[in-house]
């Protein structure tokens, strides 16, 4: 029984040798250190130039970022001020015709500056009436019936803007059902 144990122990470690001569480590063994260098040099410069992207692209996302915020800085400002322009806008529309002319001229040439400074800004009315109505740019506050094809924007409730292509503030609209049957 013993001679068996030691048979099968032999066997085992013939085994584990035969094993070992197939691992990775010994096939590292075989090769040359000149081998093991070269794919070495090739792993580290793979890794630098994946590396070297992912900075690049690094770099053009903060340019991108610090150009968008360069840009779209002054939204929160202009948004606040929107409220003013529809007023001043409200105040010229309903004015009597007897209001002072001088007067009337004044609050025209302040609408118009305030008009002025928003287009420095990147601000632009979105076209309204006649259009078709699009849920991206125009807030629908009713449905009227009218001459004009249904889903065209018949009447403007409200500016909207748009800064530098930017939805700032949807236009609110009334859109036509098409021509009362």
Do not use: C, W
Request: glycine content about 4%; charged content about 25%.
């Amino acid at each position: 029984m013993l001679s068996r144990m030691a048979e099968n122990t032999q066997n085992v470690e013939n085994t584990e040798k035969v094993d070992t001569e197939a691992t990775p480590a010994a096939a590292a063994a075989e090769k040359s250190p000149e081998m093991i260098l070269a794919e070495k040099l090739a792993h580290s410069e793979d890794r630098y130039k994946y590396l070297y992207a992912d900075f690049e692209n690094y770099k053009k996302r903060a340019i991108k970022e610090r150009q968008d915020m360069a840009k779209f800085a002054s939204e929160n400002t202009v948004s606040e001020l929107l409220p003013a322009l529809d007023n001043l806008d409200r105040a010229l529309q309903y004015a009597k015709p007897e209001t002072d002319p001088n007067l009337m001229s004044g609050l025209k040439m302040v609408a118009q500056q305030f008009k002025a400074a928003f287009e420095k800004q990147g601000v632009s009315e979105i076209p309204t009436v006649d259009q078709a109505f699009n849920p991206e740019l125009h807030e629908a506050v009713g449905q009227m019936a009218s001459e004009k094809p249904a889903g065209t924007i018949v009447q403007e409730v409200q500016k909207g803007y748009t800064i530098h292509g930017r939805l700032l503030r949807a236009s609110r609209v009334m859109v036509s059902t098409g021509s009362p049957a």
